[in-house]
């Protein structure tokens, strides 16, 4: 979805929500994939715009799986993330006035033609707020490296063979 900057009313709110399906979500994260979406992907938001610039807050909220590191069972991500951005035209991208007033030092994103593309931001911040190192549980044994199995379930005999 995308909205068009010219359109939004000056200082006032405009609201937006919009999902993915599953496979738009896993399309969008294809290249991260550790991680695998499950079910779909909901975002919603308000845009104000103030003169030529756009304030966007927002949030997301999507499942993702993964697999611990260790054991490689499936671990669940439920991930409900805000995000806060300032939204310039490309044509401020190379001007040199500085901090802004109300600018608050948010991330910055850049757009162009009036087009506020949110299906980019949103997939811009979901991929940043992807969790690395998966491991199910802190104390995870992971896997025999003789037998391969997975040691949180069962203890296997191969310790006391490999312990040379
Ligand atoms: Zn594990
Ligand atoms: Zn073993």
Redesign the pocket.
Known sequence: MHVLSSQLKEDADFAFQDSWSEEKANDIIDGYADHKVVGSLHFNGLLRRRGSKCHLTGSFRVKTQALCYRCLEPIIYDLNEDIELELLPVSRANTHDGYEIGSDELDIIYFENNKIDLDSIFAESLVLELPTHHLCQQACKGL?S????NLNQKQ????SSLNI
């Open positions: 025999c003789h037998c391969g199995k296997c005999h191969c310790e």
